[in-house]
């Protein structure tokens, strides 16, 4: 039985590997609670995502019972509607809130950006973690400019207003890949 047990495991770790690893040239599809399908591929520099070409793209791990996440969800809000058409947010939560409570709270709290399940984007934080070097402490937050290319990441709550200077950054073009500030590091993991 244990020995089963240990093959099951296995095998499940190596599909999981092989199908993040394919990102980097296959296109992932998220589901969004909205129903939407999302169409991810990695690239040298970060992540094109089909329905947001063009647009500066936050992509959030959060989760429900994060404090510091439940207060940056105001501030997306205002930033989706002051920026719109210029900035799209992908909110992928990672302490596997069940997907009907999780349409229930983004109601309650009135998110108007994409939210992806834990359950339907396991595969996806995989792939991020290890090409981040992410640790899993939550918020984190990648910045991707309107290319897909990843100008920073973030641990932690980041104020509204810095937010929207690295928005104005972009639009402007003070920000390129190659002059944005260096990725933060992490100390500790997250707590589920």
Known sequence: MKRTLM??????????FAHAEAAKGDAI???T??????HITGTENGLKIDEY????????FWGTH???????IPHYIDLMKKYKGKLAMLAIEV????????????????????????????YFVEYIARRAGWKGSI?????????GNVVTMQVGLIPQDAL??????????????????APATQTAPAKK
């Open 95 to 122: 302490q596997d809130t069940p997907k009907e409570q999780l349409k229930t709270y983004a109601a309650q709290k009135g998110i108007n950006y994409d939210v992806v399940a834990y359950r339907d984007a396991g």
């Open 29 to 31: 599809v998220l589901p």
């Open 164 to 181: 929207e200077r690295v928005l104005n950054d972009l639009l402007s073009k003070k920000i390129t890949p190659k002059t944005a500030p």
């Open 139 to 147: 918020p984190f937050l990648m910045i991707l400019d309107a290319e």
């Open 53 to 60: 070409k063009g647009k500066i793209v936050f992509l959030e």
């Open 66 to 72: 994060c404090p510091p996440c439940r207060v940056s």
């Open 33 to 38: 609670l909205e129903g939407k399908q999302l």
């Open 7 to 16: 093959l099951i495991f296995s095998t499940l770790t190596l599909l999981s």
